[in-house]
């Protein structure tokens, strides 16, 4: 899909360049005349959008960190400066913190969208493996970002987490205290966290430059999940088409986005952290950030706390095996009813958790984390490894031309279409 390149420099100054270095050639390739599928819906659009976010968060982080002090005498003071004090502070602090969440509204949405239509499947496996590392990553910056405003919520959630490591047989005690910096959660605790929360972040951006460079190697998967077969017919040029339809939803997500900032800047986060960390009094109810509660919920259904570790990190790696787990040939849902109505399923399930995490536990409560936790690997570990092998899929498309025509219904309009409206690539 890398194909060859279709960029002419136009001047002498491009020229020189680009026998030297040839990153306009690359922008361009990548960018311009790259072929895009030209069946892609909005689902594609959530790439850009989190490329979008992943910048905006590190430009509020910077520019936070300039007014912010690490220390945990000072940090909550710091913080409510930054909310009073510095000019538009409350604006950076609101965008950044409901960044992370909006954040993590786009990963679910880009990874439910890998899981509908396939895209972690050959030859995508390790563009699929780099966004599990960076989803990974995501979630510990995260993690590490909610502890810095050191309140009630930051302090305790940053011990409820970290505690979990004293399960590891033998070394869990000495673990626990390495991480901490000491024998509690305290000062150099705070520190290592902001240290590792600026750090991380640009980690990211290093994945993700891997995680786009394996996409245009293998190019991009589509709702009809067969492969381009004839460039001309079933892809068109990255740039317009791609580029503005990129646009259009990066416009409307940043309009989500502010409702959240102007509007509701607290609703997604919690009234206890607005009370300085105090190790002395234990909130009533600790509940982590809500991109977290799913796995918050795994972690409380399994009765021992090794147990409960094990399932919650599990949960997430294995995510890495899905293009071996599931057998099936055929990509796109679309095309497989059976596996369709399970990936509702799942969806219900990774809703029904994140409630139940969110949730004080009870005996009812547990009951139903324990079922959903044990679909949640089935699905996983069961169905998808069997229902390759067992379900008849419809009838695919012998192309993405193809594709598109039978969703018009009209082989001769669409035909026409191919024609009047050629590839616009070089
Ligand atoms: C900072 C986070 C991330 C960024 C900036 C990012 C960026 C992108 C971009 C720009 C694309 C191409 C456009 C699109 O398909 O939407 C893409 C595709 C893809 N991403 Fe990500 N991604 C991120 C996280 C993830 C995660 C967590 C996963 C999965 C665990 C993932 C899996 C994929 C897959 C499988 C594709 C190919 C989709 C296809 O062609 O059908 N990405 N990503």
């Known amino acids: 899909m890398s194909g060859h390149s279709s960029y002419t420099p136009s001047n002498g100054f491009s020229r020189w360049l680009d026998n030297r270095l040839p990153i306009v050639r690359l922008a361009h390739d990548s960018f311009v005349s790259y072929p895009t599928p030209r069946n892609l819906n909005y ?14 968060q590190i430009v509020t982080g910077i520019v936070l960190v300039m007014h912010y002090t690490p220390e945990s005498t000072m940090a909550f003071g710091s913080v409510e400066h930054i909310m009073r004090d510095v000019n538009y502070g409350w604006l950076l602090r609101y965008l950044h913190a409901n960044g ?19 895209s972690y499947k050959a030859p995508r496996e390790v563009l699929w493996i780099l966004g599990v590392i960076i989803f990974l990553l995501m979630m510990a910056t ?90 001309n017919k079933d892809t068109v040029a990255f740039t317009p088409y791609a580029t503005t339809k990129d646009g259009f939803a990066m416009l409307c997500f940043l309009i989500f986005y502010s409702w959240f900032v102007f509007y509701v800047p607290n609703f997604l986060g919690h009234a206890d952290n607005y009370i300085p960390a105090n190790a002395l009094v234990t909130p009533a109810h600790i509940v982590p950030e809500w991109y977290y509660l799913p796995f918050y919920a795994i972690l409380r259904a399994v009765p021992s706390k090794l147990g409960g570790v094990i399932a919650m990190f599990s949960a997430i790696a294995l995510l890495a095996f899905l293009p071996w787990l599931d057998t099936s040939k055929v990509r796109s849902a679309t095309f497989r009813p059976v596996y369709r109505a399970f990936f509702w399923i799942l969806v219900i399930v990774c809703l029904g958790l994140g409630y139940l995490g969110s949730q004080p536990p009870t005996d009812g409560t547990t009951f139903v984390a324990r079922i959903f936790t044990s679909y949640y690997f089935m699905h996983f570990l069961v169905i998808l490894p069997l229902l390759g092998l067992f379900e008849t899929p419809l009838k695919l498309p012998t192309s993405i031309a193809d594709a598109i025509l039978a969703k018009t219904g009209s082989a001769a309009a669409m035909g026409h279409a191919a024609v009047a409206e050629p590839n616009t690539k070089g």
């Open 43 to 56: 689902f594609w659009t959530f790439g850009g959008i989190l490329s979008l976010m992943l910048v905006a």
């Open 100 to 118: 992370a969440s909006m954040f993590f509204v786009a990963v679910y949405l880009h990874m439910f969208r890998g899981l509908y239509y396939g």
């Open 142 to 231: 995260g993690f590490m970002g909610y502890v810095l405003p050191w309140g009630q919520m930051s302090f305790w959630g940053a011990k409820v987490i970290t505690s979990l490591f004293s399960a590891i047989p033998i070394v869990g005690d000495s673990v626990t205290t390495w991480l901490w910096g000491g024998y509690s959660v305290d000062n150099p605790t705070l520190n290592r966290f902001f240290s590792l929360h600026f750090l991380l972040p640009f980690m990211i951006a290093g994945v993700v430059i891997l995680h786009v460079w394996a996409l245009h190697v293998v190019g991009q998967n589509n709702p009809s999940g067969v492969e381009v077969t004839d460039v």
